[in-house]
């Protein structure tokens, strides 16, 4: 393994140089800083993903507050629907129940659309954590309870019954689907 420069990153390609090689750095320093023992790189791994998400959540704050005013609005807007009963097939109606919808949005400050541009600027960002993640060195060359790092925990699951690896696999499996429920 030969380390990569951010140059490097940049010929790979826009998100590779802007978001994957800053978290793979990340993860690098920590990694040093903690030492690369296994609990190094859990260190790493947990507060690389703490920076990201906090990041994400200030860069969302806004469409999330969008949202919860379009929910607060859902009443005035099941009213207009009751209004325009027929919407759905009359074109006239269609047209005003939108024109109608829109001015609401507007005296309220709401932006319907902000969520979709939202999830255009995560999911590169994801994707750039992942990729830098699975990429980095030094998550690859260390294990914690018995579950090397870069190991997929489908595979640890399905073929190392009740190892030390098995039991850190099911556990994190566990974790990550309530943490997913929560």
């Keep these: 393994v030969e380390e990569k420069t951010w140059g490097y990153a940049w010929e790979q390609g826009l998100i590779e140089g802007l978001l994957v090689y800053p978290v793979a750095w990340m993860i690098e320093e920590f990694t040093t800083l903690f ?17 990201v998400r906090g990041l994400m959540i200030a860069a969302t704050f ?31 109606e269609k047209q005003q129940l939108s024109q109608e919808q829109m001015a609401l949005y507007k005296k309220h400050g709401v932006k319907p ?6 999830m255009f600027i ?27 790092l870069n190991a997929s925990l489908g595979t640890e699951i399905l ?19 309530a943490s997913q429920f929560v």
């Design 122 to 148: 995560q999911f590169p960002i994801f994707i750039a954590v992942w990729g830098a993640m699975t990429g980095s060195a030094s998550l690859a060359s260390d294990a914690i309870w018995g579950l090397n």
């Design 35 to 51: 030492g690369a023992n296994g609990y190094g790189q859990l260190l790493a791994i947990l507060i690389v993903t703490i920076l």
């Design 62 to 92: 806004r469409s999330t507050m969008s949202q919860q005013k379009m929910q607060a609005l859902q009443p005035e807007i099941q009213k207009l629907q009751q209004k325009y009963p027929n919407s759905n097939t009359n074109q006239y």
């Design 159 to 177: 073929s190392n019954f009740f190892s030390a690896s098995w039991w850190t696999a099911v556990v994190l499996f566990i974790l990550m689907g």
């Design 113 to 118: 659309l902000s969520q979709i541009l939202i």
